[in-house]
């Protein structure tokens, strides 16, 4: 170990006027700046020292009095008078001691510390932590090694201290002892008790809490909560960090109208495989004179094979009975696919080699009926098997792709009013895309022959049904290109035509039942596709033509694309001839026009409108106009409207906004004392009443935060579920809710809602460098 003296000269760096001044000094990064110091090296690091003067020997013992200073590693040592031993790497301390370690600070009277083992006491001190900036008082700090230290008789918080002499902190964590493992990132407080606003809120022996945002094991805030069904609801979970690849949250709620609900959540993540399971059991519900009960299953991985890579991915849901949607709309937060009518039970297995794919699904559906809207239930595939070959060189810059599918369909006949079946198919297609960069033309040809084995015999007597039917596209267009500038940017300008053609001749397939097939949407997208309809029970007699024209504005410096303007109709050159049960066929020789626009101008405002316009009624049959607004953190406004004539029209308006000097910039949003006006209201202008609402306020002190959010959620057409969510967080120790959380409701309905005090990264050693 070296040891380096140093007294401090009165320095001078004079120039002469003659001489040319130096250049500016350029910082560059260093590979020596390492946020870790490696374990092999820290032995060999000298330490220096330095004062006003210096006295003893050289590499044994030495004496620092005024101004001392050591340094050594990530640790640096400051008091009035020193003594720093070599041999046992010992310094001891005295008069306005400071010590600032990797970022963490402590100021004290007298320390008594192995440097490089960071072990020893120091009394009546203060510190501050870097990653959560926390800090408090003690009348000791024992240090035991570089990651754990006891502070005895001791405070903690995050309150930061401002000018008033009179200052206190808004919370604090008083104990009599509190542990703290760097490590880990966990803190332990022996004897505490939780201050807010100078008032015990929660008098604790023991609690953990976290000194960064890492997990941890420990009880989760509790929830408390008032429901005109359960009764009084309080509910206490637990989190289990089991690994740092797996861990599991437990919870037991008692309901005084219904009974006790047990419940967890188990989740992995593997090199090679992912997943969580979820269960809920409720025994004896007094609600409904029966055990209640849910699970769901999540796992996607891949298995290793001799022969190619094999996939298994799997997603299972079952509830207890058909009320478990309507009776439990909180339970399923970390689930929320157990709160639909709809629950799908699909396993599938897959194979994938170079140029081909396989795969074996299983999909099994449960449906949860309502007298009041009973809904049809979709038909299981029991099972599908299904091969896909996409040759990857084909040559002469064809492509090709060729599928085959048998796929056994089952449900009740007395609910489809059709029969069960076993659908297979056969389709090939194969196109020569011809590209250059200002044009492109793409032929294609498609072939698709299927065959129906009917478990019993339709109307007609059939008892099976095959069909095949070739499919033609032509897909062309123009790329136009010029530069320009508008309102002082400069852009790149696009006009792109587009000609769309598709034929595929009629074939009667009104008897054919329907599995898996259904209407596609009407927009810039699937106009220009060959089949008006997804799935494979129908294919439209299209005899079509879309023409299109697109315009882009593209930032001519950052590639950007500021604005996009599209418009395409089509042109029917036959009546539709095949159509689902129902459907109303289409013999307009001219479709609607549909209308696009997508506007980027700058990061902050954001504009996208949808409009499907009838010529015959001069009115739009579709309209979808949405606008956003975000100068900033924590600022964000959008609004929507949605128009869908005949059967609903709705506004939609969403927001978080500070309500003191909203327009006052602040520091990435975390500026303490503030209120915030947060919410989301989705109106009918059909119905003339508010669908969805959910409206609150937060406020942020610095070291906590406060919310509070009146929710109302529309469940059915004549029922919703109304809450009132409260929940304070102190931030960098816990949170404490009553009622369900209202942060989760704020990100689920309000568009680019951000968190208030959300850390965004981990500050560096070498930001609180002395």
């Not at 084909?394 to 009740?412: C, N, Q, W």
């Not at 007597?461 to 070739?470: E, K």
């Not at 035509?497 to 259904?518: E, H, I, K, W």
């Not at 029209?649 to 500026?671: F, L």
Request: proline content about 6%; overall charge neutral.
């Amino acid at each position: 170990m070296a040891l380096a003296w140093a007294s401090l000269p009165a320095l001078a760096n004079a120039q002469s006027a003659e001489q040319e001044p130096l250049p500016a000094p350029v910082l560059r990064p260093s590979p020596m700046l390492q946020e870790k110091i490696p374990e092999a090296a820290r032995n060999l690091q000298p330490a220096y020292v330095f004062g006003d003067s210096i006295s003893g020997q050289a590499d044994v013992r030495a004496v620092i009095e005024g101004n001392a200073e050591l340094r050594r590693s990530d640790t640096i040592v400051r008091a009035n008078r020193m003594e720093y031993t070599v041999a046992d790497d010992r310094v001891q301390a005295e008069g306005q001691v400071h010590i600032n370690r990797a970022g963490n600070v402590f100021d004290g009277n007298r320390l008594d510390l192995e440097v490089e083992a960071f072990r020893g006491n120091f009394t009546d001190a203060n510190y501050r932590f870097l990653a959560t900036q926390a800090h408090g008082d003690a009348s000791e700090v024992e240090f035991l090694d570089r990651e754990r230290s006891i502070i005895h008789n001791a405070t903690y918080t995050t309150c930061q201290r401002d000018n008033e002499a009179s200052w206190e902190p808004d919370w604090v964590l008083k104990a009599r002892s509190i542990h703290l493992d760097q490590g880990t990132q966990v803190g332990y407080a022996r004897g505490a008790k939780l201050q807010f606003k100078g008032v015990t809120v929660l008098p604790i022996p023991v609690v953990s809490f976290p000194l960064s945002d890492q997990r941890k094991s420990g009880l989760l805030p509790l929830t408390i909560g008032l429901d005109n069904v359960s009764g009084f609801e309080y509910t206490q979970p637990y989190y289990w960090n089991i690994a740092p690849n797996r861990d599991a949250t437990l919870s037991s709620t008692l309901m005084t109208k219904r009974g006790v609900n047990v419940g967890g959540e188990f989740r992995y993540l593997e090199p090679t495989y992912q997943g969580k399971l979820r269960l809920d059991y409720m025994p004896g519900d007094r609600l409904r004179d029966r055990d209640r009960w849910a699970y769901g299953v999540l796992h996607q991985g891949t298995i290793a094979s001799p022969f190619g890579a094999l996939g298994l991915n799997l997603n299972l849901n079952r509830v207890s009975d058909d009320n478990y949607w309507r009776d439990f709309t909180r339970r399923g937060e970390t689930n929320r696919l157990l709160n639909s009518r709809l629950l799908p039970s699909d396993a599938t297995l897959g194979w994938s080699g170079q140029d081909s794919t396989l795969m074996l699904r299983t999909l099994k559906w449960q449906t949860l009926q309502d007298v009041a809207s009973p809904i049809t239930p979709p038909y299981d595939r029991m099972p599908q098997l299904q091969w896909r070959y996409t040759p990857l060189n084909l040559g002469h810059g064809l492509d090709m792709t060729v599928e085959a599918d048998t796929t056994r369909f089952e449900a009740d006949p007395t609910l489809t009013g059709q029969p069960n079946a076993q659908r297979s198919y056969l389709s090939a297609e194969i196109s020569r895309p011809f590209l250059s960069p200002g044009a492109f033309f793409t032929p294609k040809l498609k072939l698709h022959a299927s065959q129906y084995d009917f478990d019993g015999a339709l109307s007609n007597g059939m008892t099976s049904a095959a069909r095949t039917l070739p499919t033609l596209s032509l897909d062309s267009g123009l790329v136009f290109e010029r530069e320009t500038q508008l309102f002082g940017r400069n852009l790149l300008q696009t006009l792109e035509p587009r000609a769309f053609y598709t034929y595929t001749p009629y074939r009667d397939q009104s008897m054919l039942p329907v599995y898996d097939t259904g209407l596609n949407d009407f927009n810039l997208a699937t106009i220009y596709s060959e089949n008006s309809y997804s799935g494979h029970d129908r294919f439209a007699d299209n005899n079509l033509l879309t023409l299109g024209l697109t315009t882009r504005l593209i930032d001519a410096d950052t590639g950007a694309e500021s604005a996009r303007f599209g418009v395409a109709q089509r042109v029917r050159f036959s009546d539709q001839r095949v159509t689902l049960p129902g459907e109303v066929p289409a013999t307009d020789r001219l479709s609607d026009i549909l209308f696009g626009a997508s506007i980027n101008w700058t990061p902050q405002w954001a504009l996208d409108a949808a409009v499907q316009y009838n010529r015959e009624t001069a009115h739009s049959e579709r309209t979808t106009v949405a606008a956003r607004y975000s100068p900033g953190n924590y600022r964000t406004i959008s609004a929507a409207y949605r128009l869908q004539r005949g059967t609903s029209e709705q506004v939609d308006v969403g927001w978080q906004w500070p309500i003191r000097n909203p327009w006052a910039s602040e520091d990435k949003g975390r500026e303490g004392g503030r209120w915030y006006s947060v919410g989301r209201l989705n109106y009918s202008l059909q119905d003339r009443k508010l669908v969805d609402t959910v409206v609150g306020f937060e406020y942020d002190s610095c070291c906590w935060v406060g919310r509070v959010v009146l929710e109302r959620l529309q469940s059915s057409v004549t029922t919703s579920n109304t809450r009132l969510l409260f929940q304070v967080e102190f931030v960098g120790f816990s949170r404490l809710s009553l009622g369900a959380n209202p942060l989760q409701s704020l990100k689920d309905n309000i568009p680019r809602y951000q968190p208030l005090r959300q850390t965004t990264t981990v500050p560096s050693r070498f930001s609180n460098y002395d």
